[in-house]
């Protein structure tokens, strides 16, 4: 029997990096801990979490085995597939809360978006790679219309959360290409020139979201209040919190969305700046090991996509973080891992099949 089991247990880990697993095994406990506090008990909502992360756990195992030449083989026909499902979306999406980011799709809905978000990066690592030896800014132009298309039409929604993060794969895939830092600056540079021009394309809630970053008590009990109230939650925590499922600016319904875009605030009121600071540790730690897998890959594809994949989870975390404590504007970004959410957990577990497929197969990968 302990034979079985160890023969067992062995075919279910071959595919994974068990550092890197351990550490998003941990750091999905910290959630379903959390989850449970934030949710007030809710069993229901907890299970379901346990369910979104063993659906996101098949697809992390079942993409591990896929070899990242076969990876680079489907970009194209992801990203093709993604962009007409954004299309369909412009054209026929279901709206929801004043934004029309859904499509029915036979017996089911769909959120066309959260496949962009790794298709983007396929998409730039498999375009950049067919030139690799011979890359010239005209690739790197190229490579950005690529970017550029589906973040237009994710921002058409509008959603800007969304966006930011395709756009932010999108051009880690690039820089990690070789984009010169000229190229870089002068991107800045007209990028703050352009700021008048994107504030006047900005829908009314998108400015008021901005206004309210830089003075969420102009308005306290409306665009404010979501900002005032985390920023009270964190800082009520103190140093080592108090305790777990003790939050009162969570349990006493002060704070909004808690159990997903503002979930890191209920963790730092429950576990203090030490809390906080130990949860961070294990985003860092796991975006160390995705560039370390990055920097072991062979081939340009592989290496592209581990580099965008863990630069992207950075993204993640620092923008709901940032929006939680006030420096950034709230964008509906969801902590990775942590926040309730079916979909985008089983896009992170795809992301993480990626990532496990190219250390598995390191050495091994071809040009194509």
């Known amino acids: 029997m302990t034979k079985l089991l160890r023969k067992v247990l062995a075919f279910l880990l071959e595919p994974f990096d068990l550092y890197l697993l351990a550490l998003l095994g941990a750091l999905a406990f910290v959630g379903l801990l959390t989850l449970y506090s934030a949710s007030d008990g809710s069993w229901t909502r907890w299970s379901g979490q346990v369910i979104n992360f063993a659906a996101a756990l098949v697809c992390m195992w079942l993409v591990a085995h896929v070899t990242p030449n076969r990876l680079a083989s489907l970009a194209l026909p992801l990203y093709l597939l993604g962009v007409l499902l954004l299309v369909g979306v412009a054209l026929n999406g279901e709206v929801v809360n004043g934004a029309r980011r859904w499509l029915h799709v036979g017996v089911t809905r769909i959120q066309p978006s959260e496949l962009v978000k790794l298709a983007t990066p396929m998409m730039i690592a ?35 959360g969304t966006a930011m993060l395709i756009g932010a794969a999108g051009f880690y895939t690039i820089f990690l290409a070789g984009l010169r830092y000229r190229v870089i600056t002068a991107l800045m540079v007209m990028g703050v020139a352009s700021l008048p021009v994107l504030w006047s394309l900005m829908h009314d809630y998108q400015r008021k979201r901005i206004l309210t970053l830089i003075d969420p008590t102009e308005d306290p009990l409306g665009a404010g209040y979501h900002t005032i109230q985390a920023i009270i939650a964190v800082g009520s925590g103190g140093v080592f919190g108090k305790g777990w499922t003790h939050g009162t600016q969570s349990h006493l319904d002060f ?22 600071v130990i949860m961070i540790g294990l985003f860092i730690a796991i975006v160390l090991r995705g560039l370390r897998i990055a920097s072991n890959a062979s081939g340009l594809f592989p290496r592209l996509m581990a580099g965008s994949l863990a630069l992207s989870f950075f993204t993640y975390a620092f923008v709901n973080i940032g929006m939680v404590i006030g420096v950034l504007p709230v964008v509906g970004v969801p902590l990775p891992l942590i926040s309730y959410g079916g979909t985008s957990l089983v896009t992170m577990g795809l992301g993480f099949g990626i990532l496990m497929s190219i250390h598995r197969h390191r050495g091994m990968m071809s040009a194509t």
């Open 126 to 160: 498999w375009y950049l790679q067919r030139y690799q030896d011979d890359l010239r800014p005209l690739h790197f132009a190229a490579a950005a219309v690529l970017v550029a298309l589906p973040l237009g039409l994710v921002l058409r929604q509008p959603d800007l």
């Open 255 to 276: 704070l909004p969305e808690r159990d997903t875009d503002f979930i890191f605030a209920v963790f730092a009121e429950e576990f203090g700046m030490v809390g906080a």
